[in-house]
RNA sequence: GGCCCCUUCGUCUAGUCUGGUCUAGGACACCUGGUUUUCAUCCAGGCAACACGGGUUCGAAUCCCGUAGGGGUCACCA
């Protein structure tokens, strides 16, 4: 193999069998960061030797994930797309993982059994040690290291397994610091052995705390989402989803399988909201990437000061693995939704504007067609309400549909209260909105200040109350003004005459 | 169960290596008050933690031992 020009090379080698979740999308931003720190390089592999679970679908999926989170790979090739990224069962083809088994068999490091090869460990090796460079030293007595298959047999297509193709990957192509979960922990003597017996340097490891699912206990994973999708069609009767198959159904519901899809269709039929685990998740939910980045990179590092709010360019400046903590984290969902509030405030109108045009692009069509011009009104009344991208679609439901029923306690307080004063001025108001023009909020702004002096009220609240209590329903909605010019004078007209006829006593 | 790892406010964490400046700091959440036409924003204030038990020491969140709890791993899955 070329000797790399890079210093630092890190990589992130998933197994394209199913979505990049956000465990992934941490490993990759801390492997991304720290070549970045140091003018390194960051590659993408996959690692498909699992032939019957991997899937170009997934692979190709993950990859736009990376994208959108802004991570594309030093080895990614546009022009090649996810064609140009290695992956394993090519190279296996190609003869290397079999060129280095015999290499194994041949200096007696390794021995046929069955129809596998299993490397040797235990006495033959010895104790082994290797240094973290965030768990310290371990050290793993031989006793507790037996031989372990290298090799599948017949039936897997003699395919290498991972731990052998991890440790010959990570060597042909120059990986000096192998970032991943801690899961791996318990392999890494494995790794470092054969590394040892091929006479390989071994690279760095460093591995990553676990993210867990809030309230819970155990990894934040798609078992989160069928968990609660199965519990609440257990719980309500709910039955099978269409497009799925009831045997699937039944042992999903039965816990002999945890497949996603079904969690999905139950959610989809039920009107349920399962959480967001994979990037696709967050992405649909209205998340930025950059404060999704920002909140999951301090899950589990931080600079070392009371610095919370910072950008992957500060990261690419100062990520250091010594200061990735020990202990698993709780994801929270309440700090990363205002970390994205925190972000969707510090963007102008002008900079929010288009992100949001793009996610009702993508994700609410019919909302983006049906504001049309209104929509940079519409953008403005929501930039600081919304914690997401996706909040304006339901605070702003009103928008695109009239109540179909009114909140109690805000028609008392604001409409039928002091003998129907709310209502008088709903009347009253009605005649003076017919008049307004043109229909443009500053006009109706001067109309409605005017409104609340000439109707004897203490303050704006005099006129606005009631007619929010008209027209959405509830006590809520940005300015009154930019309410009024959001709905248009025949909808603002129809929806106050429905609301007096509803209430005429 | 064996082996490995972890343990500061409800949550993420600073502080631990180089004991004293820690009556333990910040952020999110929550509570209170203020600004505001509602909501949101913004401002001010508040609640809240060194898992437990032994040591060592003049002095321990910080060092040592033990206990408890949590997580991971024990595959022809990665």
Same mark, same amino acid.
């Given at each position: ?258 497949? +996603?899809?079904?969690? *999905?269709? /139950? !959610?989809?039929? $039920?009107?349920? @909201? ?6 696709? #998740? =967050? ?46 984290? +709780?994801?929270?969902? *309440?700090? /990363? !939704?205002?970390? $994205?509030?925190? @972000? ?6 002008? #900079? =929010? ?153």
């Amino acid at each position: 193999m070329p000797e790399s020009p890079f210093q630092v090379v890190t990589r992130f080698a998933p197994s394209p069998t199913g979505e990049l979740h956000i465990g992934h999308a941490r490993t990759v931003l801390y492997a991304w960061a720290f070549a970045r720190r140091h003018d390194g390089m960051f590659q993408l592999r996959f690692e498909d030797t699992d032939l019957a679970r991997s899937s170009d679908a997934s692979a190709q999926g993950m990859l736009d994930d990376l994208d959108w989170l802004g991570f594309l790979p030093d080895n990614y090739e546009p022009s090649r797309g996810v064609g140009g990224i290695p992956r394993q069962s090519e190279r296996h083809q190609q003869g290397r993982y079999n060129e280095v088994i015999q290499q194994l068999l041949d200096a007696g490091e390794a021995y046929e059994d069955d129809d596998t090869v299993r490397f040797k460990m235990g006495d033959h090796r010895g104790d082994v040690t290797f240094t973290d460079a965030v768990y310290g030293t371990i050290e793993t007595p031989a006793a507790d290291l037996e031989d372990f298959i290298i090799r599948k047999g017949q039936a897997g297509g003699f395919m290498p397994t991972f731990h052998l193709a991890v440790v010959v990957d990570d060597h042909d192509f120059g990986c000096t610091h192998v970032l991943r979960g801690q899961g791996h922990l318990s392999n890494t003597p494995k790794h470092a052995a054969l590394c040892d017996a091929l006479g390989w340097p071994r690279p760095v490891w460093a591995h990553l705390p676990d993210i867990l699912t809030p309230g819970g206990k155990g990894k934040m994973g798609k078992r989160d989402k069928s968990k609660l999708a199965r519990q609440h069609a257990s719980d309500q009767g709910w039955g099978c989803p269409d497009g799925i198959a009831p045997a699937r159904f039944a042992a999903f519901m039965a816990k002999e399988n945890h497949d +996603t899809d079904i969690a *999905a269709a /139950l !959610a989809q039929a $039920n009107g349920l @909201a399962l959480p967001e685990i994979d990037v696709a #998740d =967050f992405r649909r939910s209205g998340y930025l990437p950059a404060a999704l980045l920002n909140y999951i990179a301090l899950l589990g590092w931080n600079p070392g000061q009371d610095l919370e709010h910072f950008s992957v360019d500060y990261l690419a400046e100062h990520f250091s693995l010594d200061r990735i903590n020990k202990a698993n984290g +709780t994801f929270d969902r *309440a700090k /990363l !939704a205002s970390f $994205n509030q925190d @972000a969707i405030l510090r963007m102008s109108l002008d #900079d =929010f504007e288009p992100v949001l045009r793009a996610h009702f692009q993508q994700f609410h069509p019919g909302k983006l067609e049906q504001l049309g011009e209104h929509f940079r009104l519409f953008s403005d009344a929501y930039w600081e309400r919304s914690k997401t991208l996706d909040d304006p679609a339901t605070l702003g439901a009103f928008v695109f549909s009239a109540p179909t029923e009114y909140n109690a306690k805000a028609v008392k307080k604001n409409l039928t209260k002091n003998e129907n004063q709310g209502l008088r001025v709903l009347a009253a108001l009605r005649e003076k909105l017919e008049a307004v023009n043109p229909w443009d909020v500053s006009t109706l702004r001067e109309t409605l200040e005017q409104a609340w002096q000439d109707l004897g009220g203490p303050h704006m609240g005099h006129v606005a109350q009631p007619l929010r209590v008209a027209l959405t329903g509830t006590a809520v909605s940005p300015e009154i003004d930019a309410t009024l010019a959001l709905l248009g004078r025949d909808e603002t007209l129809s929806r106050i005459d429905r609301c007096l006829a509803e209430f005429a006593s």
